[in-house]
């Protein structure tokens, strides 16, 4: 016996299929309820939620080599400007945006370094969060990816594997460049080379004088100065002294840059993990320099 | 007058001996010239006194005052007074009483001087029983299973600690600057045999022997009562011998902060603050609860303890005696044991009595200072048996060979 049965028609759940989201880093057609960009990987909660607002947010980017310390520095930022907004204070828009600063703190609560980010840009940390101070009167909106330093260098290297790092390079306000000085110091001059090459791509996507990279901020953060404390005194010294083709680099090319010094651990030991090798453990938590850079940025981004 | 003048028109000492070596010579060559027989000779007696002023003026001005009468002259601005020529004097105000009291030296001094230097002890030091103190466990171990709380021995080492004497509150700039005057970076003696060749490495901002963040062989104004940061271990050890002191064991520290309660069969019950088991920021300058820097070692007396211990978390860390291990790790150098957190201290956990960590010997840090100690058995004559063998419980400190001078024998 055959029943009867009644189906609907949603047709307003058609129309939404029907008209595309773009996604707020590539700007590529999405449905719109896809959670993650099909071209980009990005999240599309920052489309959503960038639509809601009146001004567009601001993108600023963290980059570096692999291990130069990203994930560390943004965790720890996001964390330190959410517990003490004296100078800036910042709110997280979303569940995703609290992932970065819940990992980064929880293993550095148990004297543990975060694992390293994956390559695969859908499981990258994002954040959109608003960032405030008292002098300011309008809070601004900010979006900044945690991604990898493999990534980075293979789309350095060969331009269009990762279409989001490309896109995000291209539309971001300011970057913010990891270094690791202990490398450096060390007369390890991969550093060197590679932050050259990060900011020559910069140069390859926007050269414009007054709109490209030439003239947009650029933040170089020398990471692990707790393990090089001469990097605190004077960090342009530093840049000088001991990384001399991205000192120079920076002079003739873009107006709008200064070194800083950033540490978090007071000091290092480490550690033999099965199936892992030798890791480093950080033995307390002592940021120094987190938030200069960044403030920095914001100022000139923002305004 | 002729000098005055000179001096004035040339507006400095240095311009004036050279302006006078020059008429001089500029004389012996007029003398000669005119055929005298006497101005010549009197000319080059001018230039070449004016010419040997000028190159001594120019040498004191490069060199600059010698760092001993300068920072002397800091130290009597600073204490209140420049040396007196007495021995025990000069150590009663330089801070050294505690080498005053040894058995062997007590004998020498004045009733008066025996008094001064016991009072200045007990108000600068506060005593710790003997006792049991449990190291290496953690309060979040025993939440997460990794230990076993029915096993005392598994739980961490029981560690006895002798009765002793810690410091209430870290050294202080004004403290370390008598040391630096007295000339300590030369005494060899107080330092320990391997570190002597790098001793001279121990500057400060300007190449003076001194804490790495001074300047001239002193430090900043305004910075008198904030405790010293920048020296390395062996700087902290020098400095413990020269006032007659120690740095305190890693179980002392603890024991000292975390006042253990003995139970019987039990391992004893150790707070995780030295005012009670919960953080308040308000008791301790750390990161998020005070100015980002360090503040003078009085400050933050809701931290004290119950003898009246200051800040023994938060604003500086501190040197131990211990090296440092930790099992599972791997040091990239040997390490000393650091305890008490500091102002940039970012983790309650890592802010408790319970935490010690690590740092190079010779790194000089700015959140790394001193608290010496001291064991009552130093007070002791070498005869006496300590208070641990005899099972005692602390009392007044009874000092060696001496007639009862009734007030200043106590130093509870």
């Known amino acids: ?119 695969e840009p859908d499981r990258w940390n994002w954040v959109h969060c608003q960032v405030g101070s008292g002098k300011r009167r309008r809070a601004a909106e900010l979006i900044m990816p945690d991604m990898a330093g493999e990534s980075l260098l293979e789309e350095v290297d060969h331009p269009h594997t990762y279409q989001v790092v490309r896109s995000f390079l291209s539309r971001c306000a300011g970057v913010l460049v990891l270094i690791d000085p202990t490398k450096v110091r060390a007369g390890n001059h991969d550093q060197d080379y590679f932050t050259v090459k990060l900011l020559s791509y910069l140069m390859e996507l926007d050269a414009d004088p007054k709109r490209g990279w030439p003239s947009r901020p650029i933040a170089l953060v020398f990471s692990k100065a707790d393990q090089c404390e001469e990097c605190f005194f004077d960090p342009a010294g530093f840049a000088q002294t001991h990384t001399v083709g991205l000192w120079r680099h920076c002079q003739e090319r873009f107006r709008r840059h200064r070194f800083f010094a950033a540490g978090m651990a007071g000091a290092c030991a480490y550690r033999d993990v099965a199936g892992v090798g030798r890791v480093r453990v950080p033995l307390r938590v002592e940021p120094r320099g987190i938030v200069e850079p960044f403030h920095w940025l914001v100022q000139q981004v923002v305004g | 007058v002729l000098w005055n003048l000179v001096k004035h028109l040339a507006r400095s000492k240095q311009l004036a001996a050279l302006a006078a070596a020059a008429a001089g010579l500029a004389g012996v060559v007029l003398g000669w010239m005119a055929g005298s027989a006497w101005l010549p000779f009197v000319c ?63 004998s020498h001094l004045t009733a008066d001087q025996r008094r001064r230097a016991t009072e200045a002890q ?20 025993l939440d997460e299973g990794r230990d076993d709380p029915n096993d005392p021995a598994a739980r961490g080492a029981l560690v006895e600690v002798d009765e002793f004497y810690l410091d209430r509150r870290p050294v202080t700039n004004r403290e370390y600057l008598r040391f ?25 901002r300007s190449g003076k022997p001194g804490p790495r963040f001074w300047k001239n062989g002193c430090y900043e104004s305004g910075q008198d009562d904030h405790p010293l940061v920048g020296v390395s271990w062996y700087e902290a050890a020098a400095y413990a011998r020269w006032v007659g002191k120690r740095l305190p064991t890693s179980a002392e520290w603890e024991k000292a902060a ?70 599972g790790l791997v040091l990239p150098a040997p390490m000393k044991v650091i305890r008490g957190a500091a102002y940039d201290t970012y983790f309650e956990s890592q802010a408790t009595c319970q935490f010690a960590s690590g740092e190079v010997p010779v790194s000089r840090k700015h959140n790394i200072g001193i608290r010496c100690a001291l064991g009552a058995c130093d007070f002791r004559p070498p005869s006496a048996p300590s208070r641990t063998e005899e099972h005692a419980a602390p009392a007044e400190l009874v000092l060696a060979d001496e007639p009862a001078l009734d007030s200043e024998v106590a130093l509870a």
């Open chain 2, 258 to 327: 975390s006042s253990p309660v003995q139970l019987p069969d039990a391992a004893p019950l150790q707070r995780r603050f030295p005012w009670g088991e919960s953080m308040q920021r308000s008791r301790a300058n750390l990161w998020g609860a005070g100015p980002g820097r360090t503040v003078p070692v009085d400050d933050y007396r809701e931290g004290t303890n119950a003898s009246d211990i200051r800040q023994l978390i938060g604003n500086v860390w501190e040197w131990t005696l211990d090296d440092f291990r930790e099992p």
């Open chain 2, 122 to 141: 007990a108000a600068e030091m506060a005593t710790v029983p003997a006792g049991e103190v449990l190291l290496g466990v953690a309060g979040e171990d």
């Open chain 1, 1 to 119: 016996m055959n029943r009867e049965s009644a189906v609907y028609l949603d047709s307003f759940r058609l129309a939404q299929y029907s008209v595309q989201v773009p996604c707020y880093i590539c700007s590529q057609g999405n449905n719109w309820d896809a959670e993650l960009c099909r071209h980009c990987f990005a999240p599309m909660a920052l489309a959503h939620q960038a639509t809601a607002k009146r001004s567009p947010p601001h993108m600023i980017a963290t980059i570096g080599a692999s291990g130069a310390g990203k994930t560390v520095y943004l965790g720890m930022l996001m964390d330190m400007l959410s517990r003490q907004p004296d100078c800036l204070q910042i709110l997280t828009r979303g569940g995703f945006s609290v992932n970065i600063q819940h990992t980064t703190i929880a293993a550095l609560a148990r004297r543990e370094f975060p694992s390293k980010t994956p390559n």
């Open chain 2, 44 to 106: 080059g007696v001018i230039a070449l006194s004016s010419g040997g002023f000028f190159l001594g003026l120019r040498r004191a001005a490069r060199n600059g005052p010698s760092l001993r009468s300068e920072v002397a002259a800091a130290v009597a601005v600073t204490a209140g007074g420049a040396e007196t020529g007495d021995l025990v004097e000069d150590m009663l105000r330089d801070g050294r009483h505690a080498l005053l009291l040894r058995p062997q030296i007590l």
């Open chain 2, 180 to 204: 630096v005057a007295a000339g300590g970076y030369e005494q060899m003696a107080i330092w320990d045999p391997q570190i002597w060749p790098a001793v001279a490495d121990f500057v400060d």
